[in-house]
């Protein structure tokens, strides 16, 4: 069964990494991965975390502590525009905003496979006892909190700052993510149906993703704010053709590699 999921999953990771050219024009999210793809450093962190968090699928299991360790360093470590790009790129229809949602393979770093959401209340109590994820998570809260002496609520420059702490969560116990393809509301994965006497808390701490208005805005205007690194980036490999030749030796070794694991 593995070695037939083999190719299905190379072309994926493939897709993931590369963009489509055929998708390209009115997708900003595959303008994101192409632009990345024509980054050396962004292209080989990218590799690395897509290496990590799909290799093992065919096997019905990803390891996913090492696929959070690579996200997070694809987020610190990664140039920071075309980071975001790829985690906010603005749509306008399902198929870009499923290639969104697809951003950091979530059947391996978010969902998990086949499992139904655990309470947020274990998400929660797993970040605060985690000195990588709790302050993460304390840094998100002061900087894409609400401010009552603003008057739209939410400070004008804050849209950036909110925005990479949210970047900062991926890859901790409390991964947020896309919840569907049509639009841009996002979530930890998990609920509060079996939250008991701390239903309360467990709905303030997802409210802090799902009734977050200034997170919602700062992922919104994301669009006016397109970073202008990534049309540079685009000009500068416009030919399909040249783009690909130009993906380098050393980010096409881990993909072959891959198949020795599916």
Known sequence: MAHCLGPVLLLLLLLLLLGSASSAGGNRCVDAA?????????????????????????????????CHRALRRFFSLGPQALTHALLFCPCTSPACAERRRQ????????????????????????CEKSLVCRPRLLAF?????????????????????????????????????????????????CDCRASGNRHEECEAFRGL??????????????????????????????????????????????VLALQSLL
């Open 103 to 126: 951003t950091f393979v979530p059947a391996c770093a978010f969902s998990g496979l086949g499992h139904e959401p655990p309470s947020c209340l274990e998400a929660l109590d797993a």
């Open 34 to 66: 192409e632009a990345c793809t024509a980054n050396a450093l962004c292209q080989r962190l990218r590799t690395k975390y897509v290496a990590q968090c799909l290799g093992q699928v065919a096997h019905g299991s990803c390891p996913r502590s090492r």
């Open 209 to 254: 993703f799902t009734r977050n208005r200034c997170l919602d805005g700062a992922i919104q205007s994301f669009d006016s704010q397109w970073p202008s690194i990534l049309q540079d980036q685009l000009d500068s490999h416009h030919n399909p053709g040249q783009r690909l030749l130009q993906v380098s030796l050393q980010s096409i070794l881990p």
């Open 141 to 189: 809260q002061a900087s894409c909190a609400s401010t009552p002496s603003s008057q739209d609520r939410c400070l004008r420059d804050q849209g950036p700052r909110c925005l990479r702490t949210y970047a900062g969560l991926v890859g901790t116990a409390i991964t947020p993510n896309y919840v569907d393809n049509t639009s841009a509301r996002v979530a930890p994965w």
